[in-house]
């Protein structure tokens, strides 16, 4: 009885094998790794050498919704129903297929393409398959890194990004030296493209060495965007400590545009004044108790013109006796401040800063030392009076003249707001006193000198 077990047995596993011998299909073991956009081939063959002509071949793709990738039935390619991404992409080769040999090529192969595909071959009687597994390595796009704004600290957020990789990359941040930086975050999304990356970091000014890069890297494959920030960048910071919350909202729009602005060495100069208006504009109004007898201050007091003949009016301890001059209401013995004259269609103007504390009964010496900081119009010639006088060359007449004083760095700068471009700077000052806005102008020239 056992014995006759044993024979069917035998038996029925001679025939498996027999059977299987008859139709065996081998394909690779390991998975192909090709890179996006090459043609590839998925091997796919029966063990012994018998001829696929008369038989069914499906290539299909596993664990997707619209599988089919090729098929070849009753002696002929049937793609009707071939999933569309595979359109036109596919094809057996015809004269390999007597050999056994039924191998897909697949070309120009995209990220889309990664996955298992089986190779499902049939007789009228049996049939076998394999799977391939494939994987598609494709290079990801340029890295672009981008300054979002500054942290609490004075650090700057960067923020480093790239599409399309596969399989996913590994981020570096390196410094100019190649020492890696902690990434603060790094976020990697999957789409039909591959993965996107987003990765930030902050950086502080290291002085000299504000070089800093962003590499993507795979096996094959490496990419890397290069920063340089200008260490001005990381002063813009210096001045927004100690202004007001509500500026610092206000400023943050302006950063990026600051931010952008230094990157473009060219452009630096031309936002500059917009910049510092943002950041640093108070309202200045004339103080009528200061004007010259001669000078006429309109009821709003943003505007001063001269007359030929002196008005009657009261004398007072601050009013200027010869120099046809008057100074704001406000005065400052700290910080930055901002403000602009609109000086079109006059022919003699002299803006600027001076100490406070001026004696404005005597004659006044327009000079650094002497408490003014200033720049003039005398006919055609702008000068900056500074010590000797520094004759100026415009290129286009001043009509709105930007004034800019940093106290504790010691900085006078003056802009022309409408060709936006700096016009002079008195640095390294030391100031002790008060600086008062001082505007000065001398003829009738029918303009006033407005404060805007
Ligand atoms: C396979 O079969 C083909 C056609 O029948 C023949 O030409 C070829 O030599 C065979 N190859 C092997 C390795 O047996
Ligand atoms: C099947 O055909 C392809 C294309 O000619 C060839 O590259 C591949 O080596 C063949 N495979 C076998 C097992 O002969």
């Given at each position: 009885m056992r014995l006759f077990l044993y024979a069917i047995l035998y038996i029925l596993h001679s025939l498996m094998e027999f059977q299987s011998e008859k139709l065996q299909v081998v394909g690779p073991a390991a998975p192909l790794v090709v890179v996006a956009g090459e043609d590839l081939i998925l091997p796919c063959f029966i063990k012994f050498n018998t001829s696929v002509v008369d038989m069914r071949v499906e290539w299909f793709r596993l664990n997707v919704e619209d599988s089919l990738v090729h098929l070849y039935m009753d002696h002929e390619d049937r793609n009707e129903n071939q999933a569309p991404s595979y359109r036109k992409r596919t094809s057996l080769f015809k004269e390999e297929l007597q050999k056994g040999n039924a191998s897909l090529k697949l070309s120009a192969l995209r990220v889309s393409d990664e996955g298992e595909?089986?190779?499902?071959?049939?007789?009228?009687?049996?049939?076998?398959?394999?799977?391939?597994?494939?994987?598609?390595?494709?290079?990801?796009?340029?890295?672009?890194?981008?300054?979002?704004?500054?942290?609490?600290?004075?650090?700057?957020?960067?923020?480093?990004?790239?599409?399309?990789?596969?399989p996913e990359p590994?981020?570096?941040?390196?410094?100019?030296e190649g020492d890696t930086l902690p990434a603060e975050d790094t976020q990697?999304?999957?789409?039909?493209?591959?993965?996107?990356?987003?990765?930030?970091?902050?950086?502080?000014d290291y002085s000299d060495s504000n070089r800093f890069y962003c590499r993507l890297q795979q096996i094959h494959h490496m990419m890397e965007t290069e920063i340089i920030i200008n260490n001005k960048v990381f002063d813009v910071w210096k001045w927004i400590v100690?202004?007001?919350?509500?500026?610092?909202?206000?400023?943050?729009?302006?950063?990026?545009?600051?931010?952008?602005?230094?990157?473009?060495?060219?452009?630096?100069?031309?936002?500059?004044?917009?910049?510092?208006?943002?950041?640093?504009?108070?309202e200045v109004t004339l103080d009528p108790d200061s004007a010259n007898p001669q000078l006429i201050l309109s009821d709003d007091g943003k505007q001063v013109r001269c007359e030929d003949t002196k008005q009657n009016i009261t004398d007072t301890p601050q009013r200027f006796t010869y120099d046809r001059a008057v100074v704001g209401n406000q005065s400052f013995s700290s910080g930055r401040f901002y403000y602009e004259v609109q000086v079109r269609g006059k022919t003699r103007w002299i803006l600027g800063v001076m100490r406070k504390n001026i004696n404005r009964k005597k004659w006044i010496i327009r000079r650094?030392?002497?408490?003014?900081?200033?720049?003039?119009?005398?006919?055609?010639?702008?000068?900056?009076?500074?010590?000797?006088d520094v004759p100026l060359t415009l290129r286009?007449?001043?009509?709105?003249?930007?004034?800019?004083?940093?106290?504790?760095?010691?900085?006078?700068?003056?802009?022309?707001?409408?060709?936006?471009?700096?016009?002079?700077?008195?640095?390294?000052?030391?100031?002790?006193?008060?600086?008062i806005p001082y505007f000065s102008t001398w003829y009738n020239d029918g303009a006033p000198l407005i404060c805007i």
């Open positions: 595909y089986k190779c499902f071959i049939e007789d009228k009687s049996q049939s076998d398959d394999i799977t391939v597994n494939v994987i598609v390595e494709a290079q990801g796009s340029q890295p672009v890194i981008m300054m979002e704004n500054y942290d609490n600290s004075g650090g700057i957020h960067l923020v480093c990004e790239s599409r399309g990789w596969n590994e981020i570096l941040w390196l410094n100019r990697i999304h999957r789409d039909t493209e591959g993965f996107s990356v987003k990765s930030s970091i902050t950086v502080h100690g202004i007001s919350v509500s500026s610092c909202l206000i400023a943050v729009g302006s950063i990026i545009t600051a931010v952008i602005c230094y990157k473009k060495e060219l452009q630096k100069q031309k936002q500059k004044a917009e910049f510092l208006k943002k950041l640093f504009a108070v650094p030392q002497y408490g003014f900081w200033t720049v003039e119009l005398f006919g055609n010639q702008y000068l900056a009076l500074d010590d000797p286009e007449k001043v009509e709105k003249l930007g004034v800019f004083v940093d106290y504790d760095e010691g900085l006078v700068s003056f802009y022309d707001v409408n060709s936006r471009s700096h016009i002079y700077s008195f640095t390294g000052q030391t100031f002790t006193h008060k600086l």
